[in-house]
């Protein structure tokens, strides 16, 4: 139980391009959900956080023009990352929660590489 | 200010030889403390959720203890395949990550 997917696992795009990385928690249903960013031998960095039918909540330094977050449903979360450049090439992590039974557990998915050429 | 602290950075052990991996916290009002084993070019694995002193896990070779200080992942007999970052994390509204510790066994 707790599987979060991640779509799509890579994918490369041209600078000045959006792209769009949809998380969905497979057997549970997700109140709130995170969205990470890493880069190589670092730890994971909080972007946002979304819960359901709400505006996400942007941390500090994040720009919520550049990464749109729609949480639209309690099992789908999406990022856009829009007119992408270089820099934005990174690791991007979706989390999980479901509020409920063990309300603070946060299930990751696997994770989409993003490269912006 | 609430943190989670790792240590050791990172870990080589030989195939078989136990050790522990410590993750000590100052958090207020602590709701749990989640292991996670994260492998290059993925997500982190959910482990384990420690709620009160005392408490231990266990899962095939690994071991995860709390005290009020602190939460120790215990390794026995450890295999390459556990190689892998482990992340210790509180929840506190948003997951407080430690640094992590980069474990390496070799065959």
């Known amino acids: 139980g707790a599987v979060v997917s991640q779509h799509p696992s890579w994918v490369i795009c041209k600078s000045g391009t959006s792209v769009k990385i949809e998380c969905r928690s497979l057997d549970f249903q997700a109140t709130t959900m995170f969205w990470y960013r890493q880069f190589p031998k670092q730890s994971l960095m909080l972007m946002a956080t979304?819960?359901?039918?709400?505006?996400?909540?942007?941390e500090q330094g994040v720009e919520k023009d550049k990464f749109l977050i729609n949480h639209a449903s309690l099992t789908l979360s999406t990022l856009t990352v829009t007119s992408a450049h270089p820099e934005d090439s990174s690791f991007y992590i979706c989390?999980?929660?479901?509020?409920?039974?063990?309300?603070?557990?946060?299930?990751f998915g696997p994770g989409t590489r993003l490269t912006v050429t | 200010e609430d943190q989670v602290t790792q240590s050791p950075e990172a870990l080589r052990l030989q195939e078989g030889e136990s050790s522990s991996l410590n993750c000590s916290y100052t958090?207020?009002?602590?709701?749990?403390l989640f292991w996670y084993r994260q492998d290059p070019g993925k997500g982190p694995e959910f482990l384990f959720t420690l709620y009160s002193a005392g408490e231990e896990k266990e899962k095939e070779r690994l071991k995860a203890t709390l005290t009020k200080k602190e939460s120790f992942l215990h390794i026995t007999a450890p295999k390459p395949e556990d190689s892998a970052t482990y992340l210790c994390a509180a929840p506190t509204g948003k997951l407080i990550f430690g640094q992590g510790t980069e474990l390496s066994v070799k065959p």
């Open positions: 958090v207020s009002g602590l709701r749990g």
């Open positions: 979304s819960n359901e039918g709400s505006k996400a909540t942007y």
């Open positions: 989390s999980a929660r479901s509020g409920t039974v063990r309300a603070y557990e946060q299930y």
